[in-house]
Each structure stands twice: as C-alpha cells, then as structure tokens.
C-alpha cells in the first residue's frame, strides 16, 4: 500500500529564499510523480510531471527531482515570491494501483 | 471545455438528504476521479473511471456512496442519507489516460458539501 509523507508540513520565509520541499513514498513501483499546488479554497494545479525514467524536471523557477529507488522527491524553488504562498502535493502513480495517493502537503508562506 | 468544471461549487443540505454533484471533465479524456478533501488533509481517493466503468470504488467509505459516468464523459457523485461527517470538498480530476499511462492529472475547483 502507497504512503506518502511529505516535510516539513509549513513551511514561512521572507521572499526570496530558495526552498526545498520534500515528498517521500514507500512503494517505489511508480510510473510517475506528480507535484501539485493548491492555492485556498481551490483545486489542485499540476506544476511538474516526472516520468520515472526521468531524474529532474524544470518549470521557470521550479525543479523537482526524483530517486525512484529510494522513494524520494523533491521539490526546489528558486527565489521565492509572496505568489507562491500555497500548499503543495506530491502524488506518485503506482503500478500497484491505479489511484492517485497524495501526501497531506507542505504549507508554504512566503512574506515580503 | 477549458478545463474541468464541477457544480454545485457550494450545497449545503440537511442530514438525511440525498446530494448530487456533477463533474464535467476535460473532452477526450477517458480517465476520470473523485476525491475527497476534508481540512488540512490531503485529498483522498473515492473513485476512478475508465470510460464508462468503474475501474477502482475501493475508496467509497460506505454504500451512500454511488457514482457514475454512463457516456464516458460526465460523472455524477451520489451520496445517499447525508450524515455530518460528509462535509468536505469533493474534488473531480481527469487524464487523457488512466492505470499506469496516467499522464498530467487536472483538477476542477471542487465541491463544498456542508451538512447541517
């Protein structure tokens, strides 16, 4: 069975900082990794897709890596904004299944 | 559509009621889900369609629950003699495909249930 944990769960910084998010899993036969954004009150907004071919993906100020093997990803952000101010999933799709499992997310506040 | 969209965006109702809440995924899509999200949690599996049918319920809590897409296109979530505890946000994703060539996964903007 998929469990996700993903630290630390809030995270407050004044803009600018670089940040690093962290999302493990325990069933390491993933096809793919998904990190998502939710902003409050609102759906879920896929930032990065990783393949698990994949070792990094890149997206403007954002990079996930992800260690399959050790059931390991990791969100960077780059130069952080008050925008970025959001609560951030990491979801990994398991060959052992065929449901999304999320992780209760980081909360993240950026202050300017 | 754009993207995609789930209605009622807000129902409150009585305990004992039956709810209804629609999604409308993406067009072409074939894969389609429903989670739940309750405050501060992560949101968690109810169900996941693959055209028509069902592939995966394991996540439905109880037989109130009901859901069914039977076009391959619109999913309609059922819940039966609402109970307190079913207050949440029920959130609708869709994927071009499911199972394991699960590609981007995208969200509507939920459904707040609230029973009184």
């Known amino acids: 069975k998929q469990e996700v944990t993903q630290i630390p769960a809030a995270l407050s910084v004044p803009e600018g900082e670089n940040l690093v998010l962290n999302c493990s899993f325990t069933?390491?036969?993933?096809?793919?990794l998904q990190w998502f954004r939710q902003d409050p009150g609102k759906g879920l907004t896929s930032l990065l897709l990783i393949q698990s071919s994949q070792r990094e993906q890149t997206s403007g100020r954002l990079n996930a890596s992800l260690d399959k093997s050790s059931g390991r990803s990791t969100l960077y952000i780059a130069a952080s904004q008050p925008g970025d101010s959001a609560t951030y999933l990491c979801a990994p799709g398991s060959y052992n299944t065929d449901k999304l499992i999320f992780g209760t997310g980081t909360r993240l506040q950026v202050f300017p | 559509g754009a993207g995609v969209s789930q209605t009622p965006s807000n129902k409150v109702t009585e305990k004992g009621k039956y709810v209804e809440l629609r999604c409308d995924p993406i067009?072409?899509?074939?894969?389609l889900y429903w989670y739940r999200q309750s405050l501060g949690q992560g949101p968690e599996f109810l169900i996941y369609?693959?055209?028509?049918?069902?592939?995966?319920d394991s996540g439905l809590p109880n037989d109130r629950f009901f859901a069914v897409r039977p076009e391959g296109s619109v999913s309609t979530l059922k819940i039966q003699r609402t109970e307190r505890g079913d207050s949440a946000v029920y959130l609708c994703?869709?994927?071009?495909?499911?199972?394991?060539?699960?590609?981007?996964?995208?969200f509507g903007e939920g459904s707040r249930l609230t029973v009184l």
């Open positions: 067009s072409g899509h074939t894969a």
């Open positions: 994703a869709s994927s071009l495909r499911g199972g394991a060539a699960t590609g981007e996964l995208f």
């Open positions: 369609f693959q055209g028509t049918g069902a592939a995966d």
């Open positions: 069933d390491s036969a993933i096809y793919n």
